[in-house]
């Protein structure tokens, strides 16, 4: 896969629902980039307060979060390399970008572990100042829209960080041939409920026609991967640097291999509320000077990542 920032034209990738019922669970559990911080607290990033924090992009940021010391994150921790827990903290790609990020604006990355459909919610009820869970950026959320096109809320804005495909996750072996989302028609796929990879799927099967494509999904990537390794389903679909962590991790590499090539590459980006236009564009500002001065490409060379990684900020770029 070769890093783009190129906009997408197909509709359908990607992990996280569009908007549904809050649900935030699980305890605050936080990157690299600091403590915990117990809710209402004002306390700020090792070196200095509000008053003196020499951060280079600190002033850059709305007041509230100034005085704060520290933006509020809602992820999905369990999509590793992406985001994943591992000695109690949230750790992976996302969050040591959150943590290079951090460093330029002076104030503290706090990672809340939540599901899916409350991502975007958790956006409008301010419980979250923005959402990083290798979230596409499309059309569709940038103006609240559901599936049918009908609006069901403000929409959010969007800060792109990260370029990523998608793959077909099969049993080691592949007994089944799979090659592309063709060879599918006719079988048995596992997914994760909610997710784009969903609505890929859906897509598929309207094409398969009268050759039944079954989509069976799950509450989490994890389940629909059992699936397949259990022989239920023949495929998984998910972002290309997941599927290759999976390959790569489970079973010591032999549970699973990615078949076919990447379809569908598009943009990871930072969640914003359309109202909080201050913090995007610092958002897009500390995510330039991370690219500039290489942090960005050291987070994601430590994940093997790097053929993801896009040459500038942009925002709502994604189709």
């Not at 998910?238 to 598009?266: I, L, R």
């Amino acid at each position: 896969m070769t890093a783009s920032t190129t906009r997408r034209t197909t509709a359908a990738r990607s992990r996280i629902a569009a908007v549904g019922a809050i649900a935030v669970a699980g305890a605050l559990i936080l990157t690299g980039c600091g403590d915990q911080t117990e809710k209402g607290s004002s306390a700020t990033p090792s070196g200095g307060t509000s008053k003196d924090n020499s951060a280079p992009l600190f002033s850059a940021l709305p007041k509230k979060i100034q005085d704060a010391g520290v933006i509020k994150i809602g992820t999905d921790s369990a999509y590793a390399p992406m985001e994943f827990v591992e000695g109690g903290k949230i750790v992976g790609v996302d969050p040591d970008i959150a943590e290079a990020l951090a460093k330029q604006l002076g104030v503290k990355m706090q990672f809340t572990a939540g599901t899916f459909d409350g991502l975007i919610t958790s956006i409008y009820t301010g419980r979250e100042d923005a959402i990083m869970s290798s979230i596409t950026d499309n059309k569709k959320r940038q103006e609240g829209l559901d599936d049918k096109g009908q609006k069901i809320g403000k929409g959010i804005d969007f800060v792109d960080y990260f370029s990523s495909g998608l793959s077909l996750l099969v049993k080691k072996g592949n007994p089944e041939g799979i090659k592309s989302m063709d060879d599918l028609c006719g079988k048995t796929v596992a997914v994760q409920r909610g997710t784009i990879y969903e609505d890929t799927f859906k897509a598929q099967a309207e094409k398969c026609g009268d050759k039944k494509l079954t989509i069976q999904a799950f509450d989490t990537d994890a389940e629909a991967q059992t699936r397949v390794k259990a022989g239920g389903a023949v495929a998984d679909l998910n972002d290309y640097p997941v599927a290759a962590y999976t390959v790569k991790t489970s079973g010591g590499g032999n549970d699973f291999e990615v078949a076919g090539q990447q379809s569908d590459v598009g943009l990871f980006g930072i969640g914003v509320s359309k109202e909080n236009t201050q913090l995007r564009d610092a958002l897009k500002q500390a995510l330039d000077a991370i690219i500039k001065d290489g942090s960005y490409a050291k987070a994601l060379e430590k994940w093997n990542v790097q053929d993801s990684a896009v040459k500038s900020a942009t925002v709502n770029a994604g189709q």
